[in-house]
């Protein structure tokens, strides 16, 4: 009897030192209610806990489903956060199963009755050791709970102090004062994709990333949105605009590239710049409501990735790209073989040049049907052979036919040819390639610390799918190779954040389009397989996750959930969250991360 009362006693103190510990952690130092003492307690998958509510501390508390709570266990000491599933409430009669004959009086008396409410357990701290885990400790009848401190909420969900600011907790339908949402470089590095219907927010949410002092960013912008962000929110930054030759047919090669610029500040309302805001041929300064702009107009010499075309055009067929590399070795054979036949005329260091001048003027049409042509600027005397043809003023190189050899050389099949004559002829068509007057990226460009690529441009002068789906490619190849050189000389980076919505437009699945599984898979392992060694961070929002491409649902660590249909949120596996985010307001979103635990969410207004 004595060793009982002895234990008695010590579970007393437990209960007064539970309780004391409860309103120290609690953010108004009271206790909202009790684990219930009325049914068995369990701890595992699917089990909710039961807590047991006053009437007087239910006024007083004013409980609502998805708030966060906090227990603290009698017998460990041990605080659990967890979130309302369900409340329940019944008037004394329901409780006594009496059913009132006449009409319904009002009888505030009997609604004057206790709450019963049910907590998910997700995640847990060790008072004694400080150790933070996901909710493995039994729970004890008649441990107090509490609503926990913004500070004891946001360590025990464990999230980070430093980063970027998301948002606030979303605790009960409201923003939880005094808490923050980060996301830290470990979390960026392993790569974030943002989920949501057509108004739920992700726009505003990648502003905000964009908008943070801290974040170096490259976001490519479809419609202009970001850019207008940008010259309202940052200071200096740079938008890389790509260009086609629809939009400068009609333009004289002198105005060049300064027309650029005085499109860009048409559109944007900004400053038209000068002669002199033409900066060593490379970029184009633009005053946009006193902020300095470094616009760079961006084509593709498609001389530079002839060889290498198949990582960049994912419209490529899967035969094309198989042959590709046999194709372009045994072309740069025969061209050499052909130019080899001027050293009756001139010497060697002018037919490297020559060369040299070749694959700087090569474009899709050479390839096709039209001959290429160079000003004759060595005055060599006149000389005409199978490929190549000498006048007084111009050297005609007949690309096409060497191209068209090495293609029945090959003995490719039939298909294989008529498909890359398909892809070289949208190609062509898409105007993306050699645009006078436009520049190609170099590694000062993509240093910035901000950088807006705007495809607005694209998709006002081109129709072709190629154009958009090339010159992202292209400025994503040159990301991740200027990321991957700074890597491999042992130098080291800041983390740069590439962000880019409406994902499945650039990464799509590869069996509900035509773009090729090898081209867009290698390009998303390069980015976010390869880049997280390399500081480069992918952000991708999609509105439609059932055409993005599964390899992107694998490799991004973070999953940061907005508004969406019920059977988008089961088939990711948030099902449990159905009823918070299936009519939830914008910018309300549930974050799951294998840093820290699953968190419901309000992003900032931007």
Known sequence: MEEEEKLISEIREKVVKAEEDAKNLSANNNIVGRVTRYETVKVGERNYIGVDINFEDYVKSYIKMDEYLGIRTIIHPVLIIGRVVSIARSDMLAQL?????????HDPATIMTDTFI??????EKDLERSVIRPAVSPVDPQSPVIKPKAEVLEEILRIPRDGINIGKIYSGGEELEGTKVILD???LRHHVLLIGTTGSGKTTLLKTIVGDPKSNVVVFDRQGDFVRYSMDKLGEFTVIMPVTKQMVENVITSELPLVYGEEFARRYGCSFPTETDVRDNEEILVDCKGKILHLIPFT???GDVFSTLYKIAPYMSEASITAWDAITRKFSEKLNTAMNVLKDVTNKDVIEKLKEDVFNRLEPDNLLYLDLKLENIYKLRTLKKDYVDIGNELITIKVNKIFEEVLEELDLARQTKDAIHRVLRALRESGIFNVKGAFTLSSTHLSSNKIVVDLSWVLDFSESPQALA????????????WKDKLYKAGKSSSLTLLIMDEAHEYFPQTNRVEASKEIVEGLINRLMRLGRVRN?????ATHTPEDLNNLIIQLTNTKIVMRNDVSILKKLGFEDYVDVLQVAPPGVAVVRSTKFSDVIIRTLIK
């Open 97 to 105: 199963r009496i059913k009132e004959i006449t009409s319904y009086p």
């Open 470 to 481: 090339t010159l992202s490619y292209k400025i994503l190849s040159d990301l991740y190779n």
């Open 185 to 187: 470089e470990e979390i």
């Open 118 to 123: 049910e907590i998910e357990p997700i995640a």
């Open 536 to 540: 480069l961070g992918v952000i991708l």
């Open 300 to 302: 593709i010499k498609f």
